[in-house]
């Protein structure tokens, strides 16, 4: 079975504080959604494989890690999971990013696709999907499906609030893939809203209704 990480640091559950709270607005929103990924990121990349390569300090020569091994690419699902590509982006700039197009349905709450494009070697890369809410589950495993239908192998999902029915999807569909969650919430509401969640993450990143 994958791993299950909620991040418990009091600089992500603070920041998360003031994103829950419906009087922050879009600029504050976005710019602590890129925060939290960061720190989020911090122990996404833990397992990167590093080598050690021989450099030159001002003072000597030494042996030094570097980060090797296999490539990464970061999938957002959009629109919402745009806000957490350049958080990541800003640890690892050399990644490649995808981009799958997801909507909820509002009536069934069933993903509909709309859009893919993704990196040509993707089977050989080690792939973050990203988006902020993992409610129903419906929308990542979707994403999941597309990703692993394409070829890719390793599969990590990263969100920033996630409803337990959303987590036990994931794992019912796909026991394979990690999930690194900054808070995972009560329950879900008639609507498929996360409670106490944040609202639609999707909205409140763009300002649109
Ligand atoms: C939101 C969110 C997830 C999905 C989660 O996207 O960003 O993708 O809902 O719900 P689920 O787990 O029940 O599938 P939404 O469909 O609202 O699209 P948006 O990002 O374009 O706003
Ligand atoms: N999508 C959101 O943006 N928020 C939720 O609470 C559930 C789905």
């Known amino acids: 079975m994958g791993k299950i990480v909620e991040f418990d640091h009091p600089l992500i559950k603070h920041k998360l504080t003031i994103m829950r709270n419906k009087n922050t607005g879009t600029k504050e ?3 602590l959604l890129t925060e939290i990924t960061m720190l989020m990121g911090y122990e996404i990349t833990r397992d990167l494989k590093t080598k050690d390569v021989e450099i030159e300090t001002p003072v000597a020569k030494t042996s030094s890690k570097m980060i090797t091994g296999k490539k990464l690419a970061i999938i957002p699902i959009l629109r919402a ?18 981009h799958l197009g997801l909507y909820r349905d509002p009536e069934t709450l069933k993903p509909v696709e709309y859009y893919s494009k993704f990196p040509e070697d993707i089977t050989s890369r080690d792939i973050f999907i990203v988006d902020p809410m993992l409610a129903t589950g419906g929308s990542s495993v979707a994403a999941i499906d597309v990703l692993k239908k394409n070829g890719a192998k390793s599969i990590k999902l990263i969100n920033l609030v996630a409803a337990p029915e959303g987590i036990a999807e994931v794992q019912k569909y796909h026991s394979d893939v990690d999930i690194y969650v900054a808070a995972i919430d009560e329950k879900l509401n008639d609507h498929g809203y996360i409670v106490p969640g944040l609202g639609d993450a999707g909205d409140r990143i763009f300002g649109t209704k």
């Open 29 to 31: 929103f976005r710019e």
């Open 81 to 98: 999971g745009l806000g957490m590509v350049d958080g990541l982006l800003q640890l690892i700039p050399n990644a490649k990013v995808g």
